[in-house]
C-alpha cells in the first residue's frame, strides 16, 4: 500500500518531536527520520515513543550522508550505513536511504554496492540509494560521487528517486522511473527549476508543482502501476515565518500527493467497473 510520509528535515533546524507534531497536524501518514547531529534522531527509544504518541509510523530512516554530519557515527561511511540500518530495524521503518560514496571515500565506495546488500540482508531492511547530481565547476562537471550520482547505472536492488536532485541533474523525473522499473522502491516529493549553473550546487527541493519536474504525472503514473512504496515530503520550508505559514506548505505537499495519487486510483477502479459491465454486456461475453 503506497502511504505518504514526512521527513523530519521538512522542519528544519526543529527536531523530530516537531515533526511527528506537524506531520499528523498536516495529516501525513507517516515520519522518515533524517539522521542529524540532533541525538534525538538516533535514540530509537525515542522514536518510537514519539511514533505511539503521535500515532504516526517511521517509514524509513536516511543516513547521516550529507557534509554536515560528517562526524555523526564517526567517519567511517559503513559503519554509520550499518548503525542507521539499525536503528531503523529497531523503530520498525522498512527503508533505509542513502546517497552514493563521495569520492574521496575510496574505499567504501570500491565495496559500496557489496556493502548496501550485506547490510540489507542482516538488518532485514530495505536499502534504496538515492539519486544525487553532478557537481560543477568551471563551465564542467566535477566527479564527486563514486560509482556515480545516477544509481541507474549501479546494481543495486532498490533506488530512492528524489525530483529535485532529479532537476539539478538535468533529467526527466519520468524517465528516471520508467528506466529504474521494479528497482524504484522510494521517492522523495519535492521539485526543483532546473539544472544547476556554473559554479553552482543549491538543492532547492520546492515543495511539488513550484518546479520544472513532471511530478504529479510520476505520481499518477506510479499509482496507475499499483505501485507500493512510500512517497515522502522532503520540502524547504526554511522561509516560512510563522507555524502557520509552515503547516500551509506541508498541507499544500500532502494535498497535491494525495490529488495526483487519487485520481489514478479512481481512474483504475472506473476502468474496472467498466470492464466488468461490458462482460454483461449482449455480445461482449466469451
Known amino acids: 500500500m503506497m502511504r505518504i510520509g514526512m521527513s523530519t528535515s521538512c522542519v528544519y533546524p526543529h527536531g523530530p518531536e516537531e515533526a511527528f507534531r506537524m506531520a499528523k497536524r498536516a495529516g501525513f501518514d507517516g515520519v522518515e527520520i533524517m539522521v542529524s547531529q540532533d541525538e534525538a534522531t538516533q535514540d530509537a527509544a525515542g522514536l518510537r515513543e514519539l511514533s505511539a ?21 564517526g567517519r567511517d561511511p559503513e559503519i554509520k550505513l550499518d548503525r542507521t540500518a539499525e536503528l531503523a530495524h529497531e523503530v520498525g521503518a522498512g527503508t533505509v536511504v542513502v546517497h552514493p560514496p563521495f569520492r574521496w571515500q575510496s574505499g567504501y565506495a570500491a565495496r559500496f ?8 540482508g542482516r538488518r532485514n531492511v530495505q536499502i534504496a540509494v538515492e539519486n544525487m547530481f553532478p557537481w560543477r565547476a568551471a563551465g564542467r562537471n566535477l566527479k564527486a560521487y563514486s560509482p556515480g550520482w545516477d544509481p541507474r547505472a549501479m546494481d543495486c536492488d532498490a533506488v530512492t528517486l528524489d525530483f529535485s536532485h532529479a532537476a539539478l541533474s538535468g533529467i526527466d523525473a519520468m524517465e528516471f522511473a520508467r528506466d529504474l522499473g ?8 519535492c ?7 556554473e559554479g553552482q550546487i543549491f538543492d532547492e527541493h520546492l515543495l511539488p508543482g513550484r518546479g520544472t519536474q513532471p511530478v504529479a504525472e510520476v505520481l499518477a503514473m506510479l499509482a496507475e502501476s499499483g505501485w507500493d512504496g512510500d512517497i515522502v515530503a522532503e520540502v524547504n520550508t526554511r522561509k516560512a515565518k510563522t507555524e502557520t505559514d509552515r503547516l500551509a506548505l506541508l498541507v499544500e505537499t500532502i494535498e ?7 485520481r489514478s486510483r479512481r481512474q483504475r ?7 466488468a459491465l461490458e ?7 466469451g
Open 182 to 189: 521494479p528497482r524504484l522502491r522510494h521517492v522523495h516529493l
Open 269 to 275: 477502479a472506473a476502468a474496472r467497473s467498466r470492464r
Open 53 to 73: 504518541r503521535y500515532g504516526l509510523p517511521i517509514l524509513s530512516v536516511h543516513a547521516p550522508v550529507l557534509l554536515l554530519t560528517h562526524f555523526v557515527w
Open 256 to 262: 497535491f500527493a494525495r490529488e495526483h495519487t487519487a
Open 191 to 197: 521539485d526543483g527549476s532546473g539544472p544547476a549553473g
Open 113 to 120: 554496492l557489496d556493502i548496501v546488500r550485506e547490510t540489507a
Open 279 to 285: 462482460g454483461l454486456l449482449p455480445g461482449k461475453r
